[in-house]
């Protein structure tokens, strides 16, 4: 398998509920990143993890919490979240973090979450 | 912070036409990015620039890298209803990609 996968594509939750996103890329990159995709607004990112070190967080509320175990896996912990939080969340990985010059970036497929 | 300006924001344009959209910011950028979405999916991936002055084609696109490095513009020559979807351009710098707002594209048969 290759490319940046995500699972689970769909998740319905309530309020009170804790589930998890995980992420998965099979370029053999050493960043990896959170984006959030509302509609109608320009792609946010969340985190960045560099070599499984977390080099950027964007502000995010404490409901959402990043793992990085590997540099193969990312993981996004989500906890009490807000109807607002219901968006795409977009995995992405790079060769490194981005400040490397002639660097890409490619995309998971996403993980369409619905918070009730 | 830096932002993009990306248009247009849509356009409705009959199969067989050529498309012109393009991204502008005030920032000076590394890299531009071009990234095609459909619906319920991830980015893909379409065309990467590199270097000022870049012209890069990719198929029946052509992305160029703006001289000044503050923009980008890609071409779609020959549309067909497959290119449907949101064009989105990026621009990295200092280790920090920022996105544009997405062109949408409709193409009628």
């Known amino acids: 398998e290759t490319g940046v996968t995500q699972t689970p594509r769909h998740l319905v939750m309530g309020m009170t509920n804790k589930k998890s996103l995980k992420c998965e890329q099979h370029?053999?990159?050493?960043?990896m990143y959170w984006y959030k995709q509302s509609a109608k607004k320009p792609l946010e990112l969340m985190f960045v993890y560099s070599l499984e070190e977390r080099v950027e967080n964007n502000s995010v509320p404490s409901r959402f919490s990043p793992e990085c175990p590997n540099s193969s896996h990312l993981f996004l912990h989500l906890h009490t979240l807000q109807p607002e939080d219901s968006a795409l969340y977009l995995c992405?990985?790079?060769?490194?973090?981005?400040?490397?010059?002639?660097?890409?970036?490619?995309f998971g497929p996403g993980t369409r979450l619905l918070v009730l | 912070g830096q932002q993009l300006n990306q248009s247009p924001q849509s356009m409705f344009i009959q199969e067989g036409e050529d498309v012109s959209m393009n991204c502008t910011s005030s920032?000076?950028?590394?890299?531009w990015l071009w990234y095609k979405q459909d619906p319920g999916e991830g980015p893909v991936l379409l065309i990467a620039l590199y270097k000022a002055g870049e012209l890069t084609s990719n198929g029946r696109l052509t992305a160029q890298f703006g001289i000044t490095r503050k923009d980008s513009f890609l071409n779609i020559s020959a549309s067909i209803p497959s290119d449907v979807g949101i064009y989105f351009c990026?621009?990295?710098?200092?280790?920090?990609?920022?996105f544009g707002d997405g062109t949408t594209l409709t193409v009628k048969p």
């Open positions: 370029l053999g990159h050493n960043a």
């Open positions: 920032s000076i950028f590394n890299t």
């Open positions: 992405a990985s790079s060769q490194e973090w981005l400040g490397a010059s002639q660097e890409t970036q490619y």
């Open positions: 990026a621009g990295i710098d200092a280790g920090k990609s920022t």
